[in-house]
T-cell receptor, first 112, second 114 residues
Framework: QKEVEQNSGPLSVPEGAIASLNCTYS??????FFWYRQYSGKSPELIMF????GDKEDGRFTAQLNKASQYVSLLIRDSQPSDSATYLCAVTASGGSYIPTFGRGTSLIVHP | EPEVTQTPSHQVTQMGQEVILRCVPISNHLYFYWYRQILGQKVEFLVSFYNNEISEKSEIFDDQFSVERPDGSNFTLKIRSTKLEDSAMYFC????????????FGPGTRLTVL
């Protein structure tokens, strides 16, 4: 059973701070890693994907991948109230199936 | 910007009834997916579809579910005899680059089974 674990939160940060969201996964052969943002009642919206170890930056977002530790994180710099949402980590499996397994998501609250 | 669309946005049905959920994937995409999300739970994969056939399905996708691409634009999910536990958000997704590519989600259909 391939698992993707996230702390459900809520993670509460003040406006302008850095929000750090974490995700661990059980399948050591996992290939691709995605972060989605989901507002309440809405569909997942892709924020970032990362395939290789290290950091990947896109605007205020940085994804960090450490395959040895089976850990992927998302940093949001200069957090805004509009960033308040649930952040879903998704990991694609090894062994020929690239269907993503989603975590339960971490609820982020950015307060003014 | 092209987007995946889904209809209806909300479907209410009686237990035992058949429902068809409709999706129009992004026009140049060839890989299509259905997911569901029970309220407060994870997004769960149901089925993937490519070249007019199912390429992969989960254990959730049992005999009461079927998918079809009836024409060049629509992609449908049929639930033959709905159960109370089928109540969920159903998301369609598509991509052009195959299973490794990023998937673009539609807005979802909220299915309520009474």
């Amino acid at each position: 059973q391939k698992e993707v674990e996230q702390n459900s939160g809520p993670l509460s940060v003040p406006e302008g701070a850095i929000a750090s969201l974490n995700c661990t996964y059980s399948d050591r052969g996992s290939q691709s890693f995605f972060w989605y943002r989901q507002y309440s009642g809405k569909s997942p919206e892709l924020i970032m994907f990362i395939y290789s170890n290290g950091d990947k930056e896109d605007g205020r977002f940085t994804a960090q991948l450490n395959k040895a530790s089976q850990y992927v994180s998302l940093l949001i710099r200069d957090s805004q109230p509009s960033d308040s949402a649930t952040y879903l980590c998704a990991v694609t499996a090894s062994g020929g199936s690239y269907i993503p397994t989603f975590g339960r998501g971490t609820s982020l609250i950015v307060h003014p | 910007e092209p987007e995946v669309t889904q209809t209806p946005s909300h479907q209410v049905t009686q237990m035992g009834q058949e429902v068809i959920l409709r999706c129009v994937p992004i026009s140049n995409h060839l890989y299509f997916y259905w997911y569901r999300q029970i309220l407060g739970q994870k997004v769960e994969f149901l089925v993937s579809f490519y070249n007019n056939e199912i390429s992969e399905k989960s254990e959730i996708f049992d005999d009461q579910f079927s998918v079809e691409r009836p024409d060049g634009s629509n992609f449908t999910l049929k639930i033959r005899s709905t159960k109370l536990e089928d109540s969920a958000m159903y998301f369609c997704a598509s991509n052009e680059a195959g299973p490794r590519g990023t998937q673009y989600f539609g807005p979802g259909t909220r299915l309520t089974v009474l």
